[in-house]
């Protein structure tokens, strides 16, 4: 049986032919954002055919950072490597304050859904920096929401928690777990997430996400990327560690996935300190738990 976060993983290595279109090749991938616009230039206007979204929905930006288009990230490390495809975002706050961008999604689903995006810090990461990816239909126009704000929201650092990994569902935020390490600067990062209980009309949603760094990712892909294996591996640097992790449980509303909603990634500052510059790339949701065994 499939295992959902390898499926995750595979869903980027392809064939050629492909890998050339930017399509990802498995069935159970719902949205997929590669990035695939060139290196340069703004990110703004951006938007084709890519899965899960329609063409007629094009990348904006609300609030006042500069987005643009970079060359793409790539996790590697040995033999083992994650294929990608065409360029990446980014996106670079000012200091005073910061802003989003955000595009609109055209694909919807119910259950579970497992989610994966590369993320590298440029430049200025800490206590005072932050930078999430949110999936929710009051982000249009991408505006500002903390990290209780949004009904799905991952953030690889976030200044309520130290400069340290967050999450949250639906106003449900993860604890600020001090073991959790911080980004460091120039380096590639894989966030893994799972939200169980989406466009539920009762009961629990919990929310579950993992950072790895580019050999934690290559031992773990090598072994079966598995959600028991993440959760009981240790937080540190070692290759059979995750970078970071986090848990968020909301007892009484759930997220939603519908064509209502939109994907959008904030970056802001504190108003007084640096800028935060972050890229990032290969977005992707999927349903994978229809046909996962999970221990």
């Excluded at 065409?86 to 000012?94: F, I, K, L, N, V």
């Excluded at 802003?99 to 430049?123: D, E, H, L, M």
């Excluded at 990634?265 to 046909?291: K, M, Q, W």
Aim: charged fraction near 15%; include cysteine.
């Amino acid at each position: 049986m499939t295992l959902p976060f390898a499926s995750l993983c595979r869903a980027a290595i392809v064939a050629v032919p492909l890998l050339l279109a930017g399509v990802p090749a498995r069935a159970d991938m719902i949205l997929y954002e590669p990035f695939d616009y060139g290196v340069s230039g703004a990110l703004t206007g951006n938007g084709g055919n890519e899965l899960g979204f329609s063409s007629a929905s094009k990348w904006g930006v609300s609030g006042s950072p500069n987005a643009t288009l970079a060359s793409g990230l790539s996790l590697r490390s040995g033999a083992v490597a994650l294929r990608t495809v065409g360029g990446a975002a980014r996106a670079t706050s000012p200091a005073y304050n910061g802003g989003s961008f955000y595009r609109k999604i055209n694909t919807g689903w119910t259950g579970t859904v497992y989610g994966s995006y590369i993320v590298q810090p440029v430049a200025n990461v800490g206590s005072k920096n932050v930078s999430y990816l949110t999936i929710d239909p009051a982000q249009a126009p991408g505006g500002a929401v903390g990290v209780n704000g949004a009904g799905i929201l991952t953030a690889p650092d976030n200044m309520g928690y130290a400069g340290r990994l967050a999450a949250s569902v639906k106003a449900a935020a993860s604890a600020d777990l001090a073991g959790n390490r911080i980004i460091g600067l120039g380096t590639n990062y894989l966030a893994l997430f799972k939200v169980t209980n989406v466009g539920g009309s009762s009961g629990s949603s919990v929310i579950k996400m993992w950072l790895l760094s580019d050999s934690q990712f290559a031992y773990f892909k090598t072994g079966g990327l598995t959600e028991s294996g993440l959760d009981t591996a240790a937080i540190g640097a070692a290759d059979a560690n995750v970078w970071a992790k986090a848990t968020a449980t909301n007892t009484s509303s759930r997220p939603v996935l519908t064509t209502a909603c939109y994907a959008s990634i904030r970056v802001s500052g504190d108003g007084t300190h640096s800028p935060t510059d972050r890229v990032f790339d290969e977005i992707r949701l999927s349903n994978a738990s229809t046909d996962a065994g999970l221990d």
